[in-house]
T-cell receptor, first 113, second 112 residues
Framework: SAVISQKPSRDICQRGTSLTIQCQVD?????MFWYRQQPGQSLTLIAT?????????ESGFVIDKFPISRPNLTFSTLTVSNMSPEDSSIYLC??????????FGSGTRLTVV | SQQGEEDPQALSIQEGENATMNCSYKTSINNLQWYRQNSGRGLVHLILIRSNEREKHSGRLRVTLDTSKKSSSLLITASRAADTASYFC????????????FGAGTQVVVTP
């Protein structure tokens, strides 16, 4: 299965600023996804990162707030823009194939102050 | 809304005991997957069971799937302190373009 390197692992940011999270996969994968996990909660899908086209966002998430790039089949970034304390969460990327399970990055723990 | 609901929300057991957690879902699925998360870090894929399978084993893990009841269970036998983690079920629908729907999770604590 694929191995994902996600960074940064954690960050403390000022409100109003932006943070870009990177995920690098050690092999080409068709599907990559970005999730948010609020404190003590389960995972909520933010968007599907599509290679060569705009990401597909889930209800409640918009491109202006969470711009995503996927320039090739091994790399993707998620930016959390104009942050507020409500954005404090763990952000995770995942990749893989739907019939064999997914690999997750180690997560980015974001605290907005 | 999340596809899966899990119970119990929390489970505390002694080393050597078995841990069982359940997952229910609402719509038809392609497969159901179980993941483990240690201390808010990344998720680790444990096991995947397809809609046409009823039971699957992997080491000390046993997963069952009852599509008529739209439910699944994960059994960890002979638990160890290292099994302390949160466990999530996630379902994949046939028309979901690979997107998983996660359950609320079960927090398992195994004490020595």
């Amino acid at each position: 299965s694929a191995v994902i390197s996600q960074k940064p692992s954690r960050d403390i940011c000022q409100r109003g600023t932006s943070l870009t999270i990177q995920c690098q996969v050690d092999s080409q994968v068709t599907m990559m996804f970005w999730y948010r996990q609020q404190p003590g909660q389960s995972l909520t899908l933010i968007a599907t990162a599509n290679q060569g086209s705009e990401a597909t966002y889930e209800s409640g998430f918009v491109i202006d707030k969470f711009p995503i790039s996927r320039p090739n089949l091994t790399f993707s970034t998620l930016t959390v823009s104009n942050m507020s304390p409500e954005d404090s969460s763990i952000y995770l990327c995942s990749a893989g194939t739907e019939n064999y399970g997914y690999t997750f990055g180690s997560g980015t723990r974001l605290t907005v102050v | 809304s999340q596809q899966g609901e899990e119970d119990p929300q929390a489970l505390s057991i002694q080393e050597g005991e078995n841990a069982t957690m359940n997952c229910s879902y609402k719509t038809s699925i392609n497969n159901l997957q179980w993941y483990r998360q240690n201390s808010g870090r990344g998720l680790v894929h444990l096991i995947l069971i397809r809609s046409n399978e009823r039971e699957k084993h992997s080491g000390r893990l046993r997963v069952t799937l009852d599509t008529s009841k739209k439910s699944s269970s994960l059994l960890i036998t002979a638990s160890r302190a290292a099994d302390t983690a949160s466990y999530f079920c996630a379902t994949l629908k046939g028309d979901s373009w690979g997107k998983l729907q996660f359950g609320a999770g079960t927090q398992v604590v195994v004490t020595p």
